[in-house]
């Protein structure tokens, strides 16, 4: 295996992405990939055309997950917190949250701070593209706006502007793999491992983590929430740890791990404390030490050799498999760019792709 430190020399600063899957937290990764004293501004330094391409596509990734995050808060972010008021806007337009109350209680099975939370994090992802935009613009380099590709259908429910969109959260693809790879002492996928995925389910078809319409908003006859719209929202709540497996992994696998056990047609939500494997039915320690949902920080395991013995971390490292390339195939596979009109990805894959194809390609001079 070779030294990542000397693969970072070599490919200089794309050691950026090595901190998560999708991009998260790009604007403090992409002031720590420049020299000191021009991310304090304070000296002749520019930034060469290597840092334009990274802090490019960190722009474009965030514009993507400010444009899911900002759906996920129409729908279900807080409407108010306490004494201070809720405050997203966009381009100095106010963004309506909260617009589907019985999607927030089912968001609040998951965790009562659910609302605030996603408000908090669309908030954080909006300000990430806004800075990187403005940073790009300072030094000379072109912002990058994929409004062009904003053509995905938002949900119908009520109060929902009816805009296009970058993302579509209707069609998920969930890929849950994230959640054993976390918890395994023995296997880390820079040295190949493979794991298995905490709701299997997830991982194939199509879900929505959004209700489509007010149709998917309706109660039982009881007033308590059917399994329907409890499965959009842990499908949510699964998506939540997955966009943000880099960043805030620990606070959003905690919340999906609240996800109930219920059943909506073809997806099932396992008991993950059963100390049963949802993908074979295997029992015992071991099983408990994956899949059991208080174990949320990333267990010790191998890294950089097996000599060194095992490290908390989090993984994978490597740009092959946590690149910018990586990045983007990994959204595709989610299903965000899904045009429900063609059944086939827009444009903005091709886009994004060869922004990851440069950006992996960085060099520091």
């Known amino acids: 295996m070779q030294n990542p430190v000397q693969a970072v020399s070599k490919k200089n600063r794309r050691s950026f992405l090595k901190q998560s899957v999708v991009g998260v937290g790009a604007v403090g990764v992409g002031v720590g990939l420049l020299p000191t004293s021009l991310a304090a501004q304070n000296g002749p330094q520019k930034p060469t055309k290597g840092d334009i391409a990274i802090l490019t596509f960190l722009s474009a990734l965030e514009?993507?997950?400010?444009?899911?995050?900002?759906q996920y808060a129409e729908l279900g972010?807080?409407?108010?917190?306490?004494?201070?008021?809720?405050?997203?806007?966009?381009?100095?337009?106010?963004?309506k949250t909260g617009l589907a109350p019985n999607y927030i209680t089912a968001l609040e099975v998951l965790d009562g701070d659910m609302p605030q939370y996603i408000a908090d994090n669309t908030d954080d992802e909006i300000s990430h593209h806004r800075f990187l935009n403005n940073y790009l613009v300072s030094k000379g380099a072109p912002p990058i706006d994929l409004s062009q590709f904003a053509v995905l259908p938002p949900s119908q429910v009520t109060g929902v502007p009816q805009n296009g969109r970058l993302t579509n959260l209707k069609q998920l693809t969930v890929d849950t793999t994230w959640w054993a790879r976390y918890r395994s002492a023995s296997a880390n996928p820079d040295f190949g491992g493979t794991f298995e995925n905490a709701v299997p389910d997830l991982a194939k078809g199509q879900h929505p983590a959004i209700p489509l319409n007010d149709g998917d908003l309706a109660l039982n006859p009881d007033g308590t929430i059917p399994n329907h719209l409890q499965a959009i929202?842990?499908?949510?709540g699964f998506h939540f740890a997955f966009i943000e497996v880099g960043g805030h992994f620990q606070t959003w696998q905690d919340k999906a791990g609240n996800a109930p056990n219920i059943t909506d047609g073809n997806l099932t939500f396992p008991n993950l404390n059963s100390g049963v494997d949802p993908n074979n039915g295997a029992t015992g320690s071991a099983v408990a030490d994956l899949f059991q949902t208080n174990l949320i920080m990333p267990e010790p395991t191998l890294f950089l050799s097996a000599d060194l013995g095992p490290v908390s971390i989090i993984r994978p490292t490597t740009s092959q498999q946590n690149g910018a390339v990586a990045a983007v195939?990994?959204?595709?596979?989610?299903?965000?760019?899904?045009?429900?009109?063609?059944?086939?990805?827009?444009?903005?894959?091709?886009?994004l792709m060869g922004l990851a194809q440069a950006a992996d390609e960085a060099r520091r001079t």
């Open 63 to 70: 514009e993507v997950e400010a444009d899911l995050w900002i």
């Open 233 to 236: 929202a842990s499908t949510a």
């Open 77 to 95: 972010g807080a409407t108010n917190q306490g004494l201070s008021p809720i405050d997203l806007s966009q381009n100095g337009k106010t963004i």
């Open 329 to 351: 195939t990994g959204f595709v596979n989610d299903g965000l760019f899904l045009d429900p009109a063609t059944n086939k990805s827009t444009g903005i894959v091709s886009v």
